[in-house]
Each structure stands twice: as structure tokens, then as C-alpha cells.
């Protein structure tokens, strides 16, 4: 894996700085960011030519054109083809991007591996309990880059109430799981969200509109004389999600499908 700098990027270097460009935003992809860093330094090059090689992906990312956001011209054709298998077949390459990443870094199968912007790549034990037995080694590294992806594209804090303790965010789907497999490592199809307002989402008791500013369900205004309630939710109708400059939006067409299909009206 690892290769002198100068040398032309193989197949599988590119499919896992594809999976850490979708674990960073825009303006963490140069020379000196932690990720960056460490990820150099396991394929044995320098910092400078890896946030190059991520800032020419930026320029194939239809999220960041969206925003004004122009990458760095000179992709090659091998990024141009892994990007777009990455992105038609992300059930397949996104696992298998992940767990070259993990293999890198020795990760042993009770461990999860996890990108932090600020600090770098970290291992950690992997929390043990009844879920883990029914969750295949794809699903749970598949899992594993969507939090990743989801939490840092929003700057690490819920896009509701700004809360930044990673411990207490959940990455959301919009459009859930079970249903939209095509849209399950989706960036676009998250939102970073405090567990509270991650599981009112998931029962459609709060929804986001095309401006993404939260609507809340009538069934949950009914309780806003409660003051946990008032403080958690009323405090917050109307706001726009926070969301970083250079991150690349939700999805307006899945938050609308999210409104007509799970957003509970009554």
C-alpha cells in the first residue's frame, strides 16, 4: 500500500482519499489538517500531494458546484472513473474504502475507527451489545463513514441546537435506511442531530423545509406548555439549520419526500 511520493496513485489509494474527502469539508483539505496528515503518512507521501489529490476531487463534487465552490483543476481520468464508482456503486466501494482505511491503521474487528477533523484519524473500542450480532462487517463500516461523513460535514455539532459533544449526535437519514438503500451512504442524505432531535425526526414530529428551517408536527405543539418540550423544540421553530459554509447541503427533494411521507400533520 504504501508508495515512494511521485509515483502515480493506484486504484486503492484513490478509493480511500475518496472516503476521507467525504469525511471533511472544503476548507479542511490542505496540507496541515490532522486527517490529512496521518493519512500522508501512511501512504507514504507527502501532506501537500494528498490535499491536492483531495482538492482535485473537489472539482468533480456536484455538491460543492451547487455552492460556488470550485476544487482544483487537473483530475486524471483513474479519479474521474473511481469517483464515479464510488458514487454508483457506494453500497460496494464505501465499505471496501473504509476498510482499507482500517487496515492502514491496524484496526482490529472490536474496534471503530473514527475521522475527527480536529484531532485525526482515532480508534476507539466499539461499544458491545445485542445490535452487533445482526450487523454484517459492510453494514457496520458503511455505518461507520456515514456518521463520519454526516457529523463532520456539519462542523462536529447538531444542526438544531449547536450542541458539539459527538457523544450525544446522531447522524440522521432523511430518507430512512430500509427503504432507500441506493441513498443510504448518501452525505446529502444526512443531518447531524442531538439523539433527541435525531429520534423526533425519525417519527416525523419535526421536519425542515426548502429554506431548511424546522417545521414541528402539531402533534408535538400540543405539549409546548411543557417546559423541556418549549426549551428542546418551540425555542427552535422557524430556525434555519446550521450548517457550515462549505459543507455540502442536505438534499432538498429527500426533506421534501421526508415532509409528505413521514412528517407526522395532525
Avoid at 451489545?129 to 461507520?144: F, I
Wanted: hydrophobic share 40%.
Amino acid at each position: 500500500m504504501l508508495m515512494p511520493a511521485g509515483k502515480r496513485w493506484t486504484r486503492d489509494e484513490l478509493t480511500v482519499a475518496l472516503g476521507i474527502y467525504h469525511n471533511l469539508t472544503f476548507g479542511q483539505l490542505h496540507g496541515k489538517q490532522p486527517v490529512v496528515v496521518q493519512l500522508a503518512d501512511k501512504l507514504g507521501r507527502s501532506p501537500g500531494s494528498v490535499a491536492m489529490k483531495l482538492c482535485n476531487f473537489a472539482s468533480l463534487d456536484p455538491a460543492l458546484k451547487m455552492r460556488g465552490i470550485k476544487g482544483l483543476e487537473g483530475a486524471s481520468a483513474l479519479d474521474r472513473e473511481v469517483w464515479a464508482d464510488f458514487h454508483q456503486h457506494p453500497e460496494e466501494v464505501v465499505p471496501q474504502s473504509r476498510e482499507i482505511l482500517r487496515q492502514m491503521f491496524k484496526v482490529g474487528p472490536g474496534s471503530e475507527l473514527e475521522v475527527l477533523p480536529k484531532e485525526g484519524i482515532k480508534v476507539r473500542k466499539r461499544p458491545q451489545g445485542d445490535t452487533e450480532v445482526s450487523v454484517t462487517v459492510k453494514q457496520r463500516r458503511g455505518q461507520e463513514y456515514f456518521r463520519d461523513a454526516v457529523l463532520n460535514n456539519f462542523g462536529g455539532a447538531c444542526g438544531v441546537t449547536g450542541i458539539p459533544v459527538r457523544e450525544l449526535l446522531v447522524a440522521s437519514h432523511i430518507l430512512p435506511w430500509k427503504t432507500h438503500e441506493a441513498e443510504r451512504l448518501n452525505v446529502r442524505n444526512g443531518l447531524c442531530l442531538s439523539r433527541l432531535h435525531d429520534a423526533a425526526f425519525d417519527r416525523g414530529l419535526i421536519s425542515f423545509d426548502d429554506e431548511l428551517r424546522m417545521v414541528i408536527s402539531p402533534a408535538l405543539k400540543r405539549h409546548f406548555p411543557q417546559r423541556g418540550i418549549a426549551e428542546s423544540f418551540k425555542a427552535y421553530e422557524g430556525e434555519c439549520l446550521i450548517v457550515p459554509d462549505d459543507a455540502a447541503l442536505p438534499e432538498l427533494a429527500f426533506l421534501a419526500t421526508h415532509r409528505t411521507r413521514i412528517f407526522v400533520k395532525k
